[in-house]
């Protein structure tokens, strides 16, 4: 009942409370409860009550327009890609810098021509598997926040992709 030394709580740890004369505990425990919820409330004892999750569910109902991020991230990518191509192959323009190299160590000049014409014809192979991918990856993006994230995203643009519903 009493605590050894005082903490913050004070150094009352517990009160016993017993029946009341003529009553059984259980009737006494009751009528304890009624008048203590009737005397104490909880905003005398500073707490409150507030509808947490519906606040924090509130921000991300209809309000989050993702176009504006889907339109730049697409373009940087396509902007970056395109660099990154012109740094490897050049505009096209001027001579490949490996094919000096490899006439000096005495491939032939249709050997050169060929390795040149693989190498070109792996990179288009490549461009041409990363451009479906990413399709897909846009598709996949699309049909995800039309369905499994429709609560977050509400766009013109996902409506009209709906088969049911015409633009």
Known sequence: MWA???GRFGRLTQIRFG??????????AAEFERELARRISPESMGLAFEPVKARAIAPARGSTDFSMLFMSF??????????????????????VPGNGILLAVGLRPRSVATVFLWKERFWRYRAVVGLAGAAGYARLLLTGLSSWWADAAVLPLFNCMSAEQAC
């Open 19 to 28: 029946a009341a004369a003529g009553k059984d505990l259980a009737t006494t």
């Open 74 to 95: 697409s373009m940087f990518l396509i902007l970056s890609a395109r660099c990154w191509s012109l740094w490897c192959f050049g505009s096209g323009g001027e001579a």
């Open 4 to 6: 050894e030394e005082s």
